[in-house]
C-alpha cells in the first residue's frame, strides 16, 4: 500500500457529525462520478451490512466512506459503497490516507477476503487510486460501475 498520513482516521457519522458530512462535497467537474452524501446517508439506512464513516485529519472530516462491516449477503463480499474527499482537501493525501483507513477497517474482520469497489467508467483517479493499492478490474459492469476487486 501506499505510504498515508498518520493522523487520517475513521470515524462514524453520528447525530454530532452528520451535518459536516452533509456539507462535504467533490469539485463541480466531479459530481457526476460520485453520489451526493445526503444519498449514501439514506443507502446506509437501508443496507444493514453498511456504515457510514467520516476521514478525518485531526478533527476535520476531510472525507466521506460508506462500507461493509459485515459480509454483503448477495456475493460474499465486503464493499466500500461510496468514497469521497471534499474538495477543499483534494491533491494533499487524504484520499490515499482515507482508502488505507478503510481497507484496514474491512480487513481487521475475520470473514473479510475480498473487498469490491466500482466507479463510473471514466473515472480515470479513481482507478488509479484504487490500482495502487492492488485492486484489480473483473471485467464486471454493475450498475453502469466499473468493478474492482481487492482479495485479502
Known amino acids: ?38 444519498n449514501s446517508l439514506e443507502k446506509a439506512e437501508r443496507e444493514p451490512s453498511t456504515r457510514p464513516y467520516g476521514i478525518y485529519a485531526d ?16 456475493d460474499g463480499s465486503f464493499w466500500i459503497c461510496r468514497f469521497m474527499i471534499d474538495e477543499r482537501y483534494q491533491g494533499k493525501g487524504y484520499g490515499k490516507a482515507g482508502l ?3 481497507i484496514n477497517q474491512q480487513k481487521s474482520h475475520a470473514d473479510c477476503t475480498k473487498i469490491r469497489i466500482s466507479h463510473v467508467p471514466d473515472n480515470t483517479v479513481a482507478n ?23 482479495i485479502v
Open 1 to 38: 500500500m501506499p505510504n498515508i498520513i498518520a493522523n487520517v482516521y475513521l470515524k462514524p457519522i453520528s447525530d454530532e457529525n452528520r451535518e459536516a458530512c452533509l456539507q462535504l462535497k467533490p469539485r463541480e467537474d466531479q459530481q457526476r462520478l460520485v453520489a451526493p452524501n445526503t
Open 59 to 74: 478533527d476535520t472530516m476531510v472525507g466521506f466512506a460508506l462500507f461493509d462491516e459485515e459480509v454483503y449477503p448477495e
Open 100 to 102: 488505507a483507513a478503510v
Open 128 to 150: 488509479r487510486l484504487y490500482k495502487s493499492f492492488g485492486f484489480v478490474e473483473t471485467g464486471e459492469i454493475i450498475g453502469g460501475e466499473t468493478v474492482l476487486d481487492y
